[in-house]
């Protein structure tokens, strides 16, 4: 890629993107980039450079950095199954983790790394489509759901969905007597942004008061909830426990709640889905856990909402050492680069990659270029789990209730849009006649 290129890249597309925060959004700046820019996931752009160097794997300078940018389905899948031995996370976001969850599996390697992935893995149940406590979990959801539907609630904006999220979050990791500990989430975000920052502390200010509140959930722990499960399942020093914790607050309340309100806005956009996921809510018993495990369609509509807006629009890794891709040679301590954003809307490849499609996710299988939820080896451990309350926050939703989009306008155009400010999301909530509450 030229200096010129580059230049284009860093500015035009990496800048915006820690601007707008890579731990937790920085509401101002996701205002102006999404404003501004139609296209941040560098659909175009990418597609350009790609036409340009006749090869799916181009250098790019990234700030001081010599990086590499891999499009190619074999190098991508290559990445990630040998993550993170030898694509480890990359240095901002370890540096950035280290503030909040130094010892946390998503930046950890070699005998640690498999011993807190095992934990992990466990803990959240992730050969399971439906967790050990899923039925406490849906009591949680539909509570707190009725709760948020209430005078004086709020399911028409943001807000109200991030507080939904926010308290689901604290009952399912720490059980109820964490319900209104705003305190725990609240001390977490500040580190969080802490971790944003460019110039970031040594050690975070607010670390020894959260973990504190940690431990004493997980000494306390709740029967039905996580924390109770990690004194369950076998542990060592080694393990780092209270380390693993984080990473289930920020990603089941910040990432999921965001995921949850796209999708939601996606339905409620799409007459023709919206009449499939009550077709198919009415067919099951949406008070069980059998019965929310059933709902397939409303499932692809969760993960295309992920694949359309993913949370995490770049995969960063860093080789460990030497490795070969494409034929290319890649020295030690290289950055590597797969843009999401762009390998899920590339038109070439995607049959569908500007429409909403949930039934394509209908048979389970995995397009090898699909990674909003990781891929390879570190795929997400919660992603079983993740999918399972998704589809039980939206059922409970649109039970007894119809959802219309006020904004944004998603109905203009047969394309999708490349950008979604779920900040600025606005619903007409209205009671609905043929309910699917069952």
Not at 77 to 88: A, I, K, T
Not at 302 to 312: C, H, K, N, S
Not at 336 to 353: K, Y
Request: hydrophobic content about 40%.
């Amino acid at each position: 890629m030229s200096s010129a290129d580059a230049l284009v890249y860093n500015l035009g597309y990496l800048v915006p993107y820690l601007l707008q925060g890579v731990f937790t959004d920085r509401r101002p700046w996701v205002h102006f980039w999404l404003a501004v820019h139609r296209d941040p996931g560098a659909v175009g752009f990418l597609g350009r450079m790609r036409d340009k160097h006749r090869s799916g794997i181009f250098w790019v300078r990234l700030g001081l950095r010599r990086s590499l940018i891999v499009l190619d389905r074999e190098d991508v899948h290559r990445v990630l199954e040998l993550s993170p031995d030898v694509y480890q996370g990359g240095s901002f976001k370890r540096e950035g983790m280290r503030l909040f969850q130094p010892n946390a599996v998503t930046i950890s390697r070699g005998e640690a790394w498999r011993e807190r992935r095992w934990f992990n893995e466990v803990v959240l149940d992730f050969h399971r489509s439906k967790h050990r406590y899923a039925e406490q979990f849906i009591s949680v959801v539909r509570d707190e759901v009725a709760i948020a539907a209430r005078p004086g609630g709020s399911l028409c904006s943001w807000d109200g969905y991030d507080r939904l999220f926010e308290t689901i979050t604290r009952r399912i990791v720490f059980g109820a007597a964490a319900r209104d500990d705003a305190e725990v989430t609240g001390l977490l975000k500040r580190m969080l942004r802490e971790a944003n920052q460019l110039i970031k502390p040594r050690r975070s200010r607010y670390y020894d008061r959260f973990y504190a509140r940690v431990q004493a959930y997980l000494d306390a722990a709740e029967p039905g909830s996580l924390a109770a499960l990690c004194g369950q399942v076998p542990a060592t020093e080694l393990t780092k426990v209270e380390n693993q914790v984080p990473h289930w607050l920020f990603a089941m309340w910040q990432t999921l709640g965001t995921n949850v309100v796209r999708a939601l806005a996606l339905i409620a956009a799409h007459p023709d889905a919206e009449r499939e996921v009550r077709r198919e809510m009415a067919a099951v018993d949406l008070a069980t856990a059998e019965g929310i495990d059933r709902l397939a369609y409303l499932e692809g509509c969760v993960q295309e909402a992920m694949r359309l807006w993913p949370t995490t629009p770049l995969l960063f890794r860093e080789t460990t050492t030497a490795d070969v891709l494409g034929g290319v040679e890649i020295p030690a301590r290289t950055p590597v680069l797969i843009p999401n954003g762009f390998n899920h809307r590339d038109r070439e490849r995607v049959a569908t990659a500007d429409t909403f499609s949930p039934r394509s996710w209908i048979d389970g299988a995995e397009h090898p270029l699909f990674h909003h939820l990781g891929g390879g080896a570190q795929v997400c451990a919660g992603r079983p789990l993740a999918l399972f309350l998704a589809k039980a926050v939206l059922a409970a939703l649109l039970s007894g209730r119809r959802f219309r989009l006020v904004r944004p306008d998603l109905r203009r155009s047969q394309r999708v849009p490349y950008t979604f400010n779920h900040f600025r999301v606005r619903f007409d909530v209205s009671p609905d006649e043929t309910r699917s509450d069952r």
